[in-house]
């Protein structure tokens, strides 16, 4: 049985594709049931049918909360296994991440712990990094602070700037996302105690993302 995935999403949704990419393909036994936004002109809502889109304004809302509550039943009304923040760049709240708690994860664009927040690319260049990346982990209420499953890295190279450090990252982010929601839709990936779990054992190190497109524990 596929399994059902709901996408949270601010953007133009160019993870929301891959996804919708690899499903087609045959290479993520998975289905998104819905693409939920805080933003109605979202370019992410446009890759599905209407009748998988829910957006609203915060702004309809008397206080973030109950914006949250709103957008946890609608999430909770499409029956996700799993929620994927994809590009959704609102903060959401502790009552939320609870109610999802274990089914939650987020892709962000650097090495966490590295650089949470925004600016990724340009804050890694300040650092005079030797590589950059993205990350896949776990949702807990403190900002791209969850437990950290897998990573992509690549290369800072000489005469980058954040829009070409950006732009070659971001093929690996996409297949970063699908490799993790492969483990993730067969049932190998779990959240217990506040850490990631991979085939009933515990990770200590995040997954690494390797030139095939495969994940591998950093001892393999």
């Known amino acids: 049985m ?19 990419e690899a499903i087609a393909a045959g290479a993520l036994d998975a289905e998104i049931v819905g693409v939920f936004s805080d933003r109605a002109d979202a370019a992410a809502l446009d890759k ?8 609203a304004s915060p702004r309809a809302w008397p206080d973030r909360a109950a ?7 609608a999430v909770a009304a499409a029956r996700p296994d799993w ?10 709240g ?14 962000h664009p650097s090495l966490l712990p590295k650089y949470r927040g925004l600016h990724t690319h340009q804050r890694a260049l300040d650092a005079g990094d030797a ?9 807990v209420p403190e900002l791209d602070a969850g437990t950290v499953i897998a990573q992509a890295r690549i290369p800072v190279l000489a005469g980058d700037d954040a829009a070409a450090l950006a732009a070659r990252l971001l093929p690996r982010e996409h297949a970063l996302l699908v490799a993790t929601l492969r ?21 200590f190190s995040p997954l690494s993302l ?4 495969d994940l591998t524990r950093p001892d393999d």
């Open 2 to 20: 596929s399994r059902r995935i709901a996408v949270l999403a601010s953007g133009r949704g160019s993870n929301l594709q891959a996804i919708l």
């Open 48 to 55: 599905v049918p209407e009748a998988l889109r829910w957006s």
């Open 67 to 73: 914006f949250d509550a709103a957008l946890a039943d």
């Open 83 to 92: 929620i994927v923040c994809a590009g959704y760049m609102r903060i959401l």
């Open 94 to 107: 502790e009552a939320f991440i609870a109610r999802f708690e274990g089914r939650l994860l987020n892709i």
């Open 131 to 139: 590589e950059h990346g993205a990350s896949v982990h776990f949702v």
């Open 183 to 203: 483990l993730a839709t067969a049932g190998r990936l779990a959240e217990r105690d506040g850490k990631a779990h991979l085939d009933d054992q515990p990770l």
């Open 210 to 213: 390797d030139s095939t497109g």
